[in-house]
């Protein structure tokens, strides 16, 4: 059974960086598109970015330069390099991947981790 496990996430100042982590564990299907979705409370998840197996990236508007998506096919991994944090980028932050397979796809979501930015 296919699981996502995330690493990264955690309290930053203003200003400061991050990097998020999310392995995929237990795939026997090909993994097409990772990406990052981040969530407040009351808010609808967003997507922060994706990248596709060809190395294609997409971000959302608010990233505007700051963040970096990349992944490491052969770990099965995706990365989220985040520098000049704002508080407003406080979110829980949830790796999503979908893979393909048997004629269909299948999409995944990690548990989520949380980012803080706060001073």
């Known amino acids: 059974q296919v699981h996502l496990v995330e690493s990264g996430g955690g309290l930053v100042q203003p200003g400061g960086s991050l990097r998020l982590s999310c392995a995929v564990v237990?795939?026997?299907?090909?993994?097409?598109?990772m990406g990052w979705y981040r969530q407040v409370p009351g808010k609808e998840r967003e997507l922060v970015a994706d990248?596709?197996?060809?190395?294609?990236?997409n971000y959302g508007e608010f990233v505007k330069g700051r963040f970096t998506i990349s992944r490491d096919n052969a770990k099965n991994t995706v990365y989220l390099q985040m520098n000049s944090l704002k508080p407003e980028d406080t979110a829980a932050y949830y790796c999503?991947?979908?893979?393909?397979?048997?004629?269909?796809?299948?999409?995944?979501w990690g548990q989520g981790t949380q980012v803080i930015v706060s001073s």
């Open positions: 237990g795939s026997g299907l090909t993994i097409r598109t």
């Open positions: 999503n991947v979908v893979r393909a397979g048997w004629g269909r796809t299948f999409d995944t």
């Open positions: 990248i596709t197996a060809a190395g294609s990236t």
